[in-house]
């Protein structure tokens, strides 16, 4: 059930029998030249569409958040940034009101790493208050699920992903097999990937934008899933599996039960 389609008598009738809501974050962010600034938004929203499909009376879907905290790709034309901070106040604020209405059970299906934090802080922010929420990084679990479709940032995975919500949204002129990292901070500690420089065979973290040290930032640097490999197929049966999980998992967790002060 999407909650901008109902009405308030229906979201009282839904809470006399179940106290789930579930929230999309994603993110308005680049991820590379051939993908669009909406790519995490997209993907976990078109999942839902799919669960939905499967079993709508189960939980209450709230409208997606198309913003996230993307600090690191700020710099690049278009991306936009909630900051950590705003988007924990704002997740907050968000499930705080749903707490008051009924809701104990929350589930964020999530399309980007960059939110992960701020979602914790609200988790623990809810379980204090007597509710529970469980965050679902669709990317991470579909690897998990099946190692195929494993990917990373701008990858394969997020690519074949894109294809299944809307092929025409990729530009495939633009894919290519690498991108290349540049400006390494010192030649002792050339860039190796996301925020790292090698040291001696260990990674560093020295934080920079990543428009200073990609001429691109789809960033799957390194990893299995170079966009090239991706398909409408991957996208399809990959997004169909997560909505399956999805699905399998919504009642198994609206069941547990909640922390003492609930
Ligand atoms: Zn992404």
Known sequence: MYLDKMNYLEVERYLK????????????????????????????????????????DLAVVMPALPYGSTEDLKGFAGTLSTGPYFLTELLNHLFDQMFDYGFRHFIV????????????????????????????????????????????????????????????????????????????ISPMLPTTGWNTVDFEGGQIVIPRPINKITDNGWFAYGMP?????????????????????????????????????G
């Open 17 to 56: 029998s179940g106290d789930t809501a579930i929230l999309v974050t994603g993110s308005t962010e680049n991820h590379g030249k051939h993908m669009p600034l909406g790519t995490d938004t997209f993907i976990p929203q078109k999942i839902m569409e799919l669960v939905e499909n499967r079993c709508s």
């Open 109 to 184: 299906v999530n399309g980007h790493g960059g939110n992960s934090k701020p979602i914790e802080c609200t988790a623990h922010h809810l379980y204090d208050k007597g509710a529970l929420l469980a965050r679902v990084d669709w990317w991470l679990i579909a690897g998990q699920i099946n190692p195929a479709w494993k990917g990373g940032h701008g990858g394969g995975e997020e690519t074949a992903g894109v294809m299944a919500v809307d092929e025409s949204l990729i530009k495939k002129d633009y894919i290519y097999e690498k991108e290349n990292l540049k400006n390494d």
């Open 225 to 261: 899933d170079a966009p090239s490999r991706a398909d409408a197929d991957w996208g399809k049966e990959m997004l169909e599996g997560m909505a399956d999980y999805i699905a399998k998992f919504i009642p198994v967790f609206s069941d547990v039960e909640l922390p003492p002060n």
